[in-house]
């Protein structure tokens, strides 16, 4: 939402911009689909379509087409190998990308804030570009590019946050945690049961905090999200893990040494949980990168989340 708002800020300070945008991509192409950058009048960036001379060049060319008012939808395919005959990018890392090109003017403000009111909901939204130029959907479909010829094509793209992660537990790690998975995309719901905690208060990238029993965690955790347990309490931990264990989670872990794990795993199974349902926790949390601060804890930790999470995918 940050890149949407720096937009809307160019376009009332009455400057132009273009938005490019990697709509397809192949092989080992630097610039993935969907990756965005825009350029203002004023020269100013932010974002990225893949880096190097390809962006060095496409950036000069609209500051150039900016400053002559030279404002077209624009469609580049680029190859990213020395011996291309055509469409070569100037770069060698092999793999392919297209990028389109669209102008944004003040008459698109009603667009973008439009954009950035459907994402501070976490509502479902469908950025299409395409030819005549860039639209909303509110109607969810499937992601897709579709090109006949440069004149005929679209791209559509969800917008917004794809993935829920709820971390049961604000404490240090779980404001560490909360950081780096907004910044990653996620919508972050943070809970605990302790009143006036400063990590809580000072967590600004929970999009949700909530104070609550843990007794009553099962009605909170909705299936098919992530999840991380990291409470304070070793008996929360294992009460809070019974309680949600049954269902289907995308990622589901527990925070703790080795120790503690297995104390938690040998009383579970004797209250009923199975071995089949453990199997599936990862626990402890986090890749073994000898994590000592609550940041290298939550690194650890995001790392197995995205090898996760582009496993589903």
């Known amino acids: 939402m940050d890149f949407y708002k720096k937009i ?7 400057q132009n911009l273009y938005l490019l945008t990697v709509v397809e991509n192949i092989g080992s192409s630097p610039g993935r689909q969907g990756f965005k950058m825009f350029v203002s009048e004023d020269g100013f960036i932010s974002g990225s379509i893949g880096g190097g001379i390809m962006e060095y060049q496409f950036v000069e060319k609209v500051k150039k087409d900016l400053k ?14 020395g011996k291309a005959k055509k469409d070569r990018s100037g770069m060698i890392c092999s793999g392919e990308q297209t990028v389109t090109f669209h102008p944004l003017t003040q008459k698109d403000i009603p667009l973008i804030e439009g954009i950035i009111a459907h ?3 976490n509502e ?3 950025l299409v570009l395409n030819a005549d130029g860039i639209f909303i ?3 969810p479909q499937k992601e897709q590019f579709q090109f006949r010829n440069q004149e005929k094509w679209s791209f559509k793209e969800f917008l917004g946050y794809k993935e829920t992660f709820y971390i049961i537990g604000a404490g240090h790690v779980g404001l560490a945690l909360s950081k780096i998975l907004n910044y990653l995309g ?14 809580l208060e000072q967590n600004f990238f929970a999009k949700e905090k909530h104070i609550v029993n843990y007794q009553e965690m099962g009605t909170y955790i909705k299936p098919n999200h992530f999840v991380a347990i990291m409470t304070s309490k070793f008996i929360d931990d294992k009460q809070i893990l019974k309680s949600i264990i049954h269902k289907k989670h995308q990622y589901l872990g527990v925070l703790g040494s080795r120790k503690k794990i297995k104390i938690m795993f040998d009383a579970l199974l004797n209250e009923g949980v199975t071995h089949e349902q453990l199997e599936l926790v990862f626990a402890p949390i986090g890749f073994s990168i000898k994590s000592q601060t609550p940041e290298e804890i939550a690194v650890s930790i995001a790392a197995q989340v995205i090898r996760k999470k582009n496993e589903l995918l």
């Open 137 to 139: 959907e509110n109607n």
């Open 8 to 14: 809307l800020s160019k376009l009332k300070e009455k």
């Open 186 to 199: 996620f919508y972050v719901v943070i809970f605990d049961n302790r009143k006036n905690l400063n990590t």
């Open 124 to 126: 479902k939204v469908v």
């Open 119 to 121: 994402l501070s909901k």
């Open 68 to 81: 002559a008012d030279k404002l077209e939808v624009l469609f580049k395919r680029q190859i990213h190998h």
